[in-house]
């Protein structure tokens, strides 16, 4: 086999073709095989989010605690975040996905890198894995592929995990209760798609793969709710369009 190359992945031609039936759009292999190429054309902001990712890991990460990317695909935030540690910080980073192809490769991209810091990699859906004595936990476009009736207690979870002073980095593609600015805003990100070299059939198969999938929530609803679970701060800290990052952190012990 050739040498695994992280830098050099195929090009997302996945809704190139009229398809006659289309499925759901599921995290699979062929989803895998192109996720770096896919997410930087569709995500504006998504490296800029990685990187922001990194300097708050940097500023909130605490000795012998453990750090979370849940949702991992294929462990960018995770390899993010340990960059930003020192070499012989005793802590763990936990990367979760429930998509098995994710994670075959998300090892591929682990083991090109080298560290004394361990990531784990765990097959689960987030709802059902445990979180514990976490400094940073990052979901990064993943509580949106959750059952909304499922996305509170997941938030409380996390929030319950947190050391006080922890944090969570939540990102999310967003939606307008406002028409005008839904329209408009929804334009700019097909803008910012077709400038990336996607077709209109592209972007309209896709769309449709990710209806009932992809449940976006607006900027106002997640605040609610991150406040309602406890998090004594909360506010974007990073907006493109309708993708939005978000900086929630747990209040000291009184
Ligand atoms: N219930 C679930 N449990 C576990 N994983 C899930 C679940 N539902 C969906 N996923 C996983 O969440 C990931 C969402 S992608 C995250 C990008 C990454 N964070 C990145 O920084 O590159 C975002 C996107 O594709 O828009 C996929 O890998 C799913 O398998
Ligand atoms: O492509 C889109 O329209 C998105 O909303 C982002 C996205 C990116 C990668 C997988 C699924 C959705």
Same mark, same amino acid.
């Given at each position: 086999?050739?040498?695994?190359d992280?830098?050099?992945?195929?090009?997302?031609?996945l809704?190139?073709?009229?398809?006659?039936?289309?499925g759901?759009?599921q995290?699979d292999?062929?989803?895998?095989?192109?996720?770096?190429d896919m997410?930087?054309?569709?995500?504006?902001g998504?490296?800029?989010i990685?990187?922001?990712?990194?300097e708050?890991? =940097?500023r909130?990460?605490?000795?012998?605690? @453990?750090?979370? &990317?849940?949702?991992?695909?294929? #462990?960018?935030?995770? !390899?993010?975040m340990?960059r930003?540690?020192?070499?012989?910080?005793?802590?763990?980073i936990?990367?979760?996905?429930n998509?098995?192809?994710?994670?075959v490769?998300?090892?591929e991209?682990?083991?090109a890198y080298?560290?004394?810091?361990?990531?784990e990699?765990?097959?689960?859906?987030?709802?059902?894995?445990?979180?514990?004595?976490a400094?940073?936990?990052?979901?990064?476009?993943?509580?949106?592929?959750?059952?909304? =009736?499922q996305?509170?207690?997941?938030l409380? @979870?996390?929030y &319950?995990g947190?050391r006080?002073g #922890?944090?969570l980095? !939540?990102?999310?593609?967003?939606h307008f209760d406002?028409a005008?600015?839904q329209?408009?805003?929804?334009?700019?990100?097909?803008q910012f798609?077709?400038a990336?070299g996607?077709?209109?059939?592209e972007?309209?198969?896709?769309?449709?793969?990710l209806e009932n999938?992809?449940?976006?929530?607006?900027?106002?609803?997640?605040l609610?709710r991150?406040h309602?679970v406890?998090f004594?701060?909360?506010?974007p800290?990073?907006? =493109?369009?309708?993708?939005?990052s978000l900086l929630?952190i747990?209040g000291?012990?009184?």
């Amino acid at each position: 086999m050739d040498t695994f190359d992280p830098h050099n992945t195929p090009r997302d031609t996945l809704f190139a073709q009229p398809a006659e039936a289309l499925g759901a759009f599921q995290f699979d292999q062929s989803v895998a095989a192109v996720f770096p190429d896919m997410i930087r054309r569709s995500v504006p902001g998504y490296q800029t989010i990685l990187a922001g990712i990194g300097e708050l890991t =940097a500023r909130y990460w605490q000795p012998g605690s @453990r750090l979370y &990317d849940l949702g991992c695909s294929l #462990g960018a935030a995770a !390899l993010t975040m340990r960059r930003q540690l020192p070499e012989e910080a005793e802590c763990t980073i936990v990367a979760v996905d429930n998509s098995e192809a994710m994670l075959v490769r998300a090892r591929e991209y682990v083991d090109a890198y080298r560290s004394d810091i361990p990531i784990e990699l765990v097959c689960a859906d987030v709802c059902d894995i445990p979180i514990e004595n976490a400094s940073v936990v990052v979901m990064n476009f993943t509580l949106q592929f959750i059952d909304p =009736a499922q996305r509170e207690a997941l938030l409380q @979870r996390i929030y &319950d995990g947190l050391r006080p002073g #922890g944090v969570l980095i !939540l990102s999310e593609k967003i939606h307008f209760d406002d028409a005008a600015i839904q329209d408009a805003i929804e334009h700019l990100h097909l803008q910012f798609k077709r400038a990336n070299g996607y077709s209109e059939l592209e972007i309209s198969q896709k769309r449709s793969a990710l209806e009932n999938v992809l449940i976006t929530d607006t900027l106002d609803t997640h605040l609610a709710r991150l406040h309602r679970v406890g998090f004594a701060h909360v506010a974007p800290w990073f907006q =493109a369009y309708n993708f939005a990052s978000l900086l929630c952190i747990k209040g000291e012990a009184p």
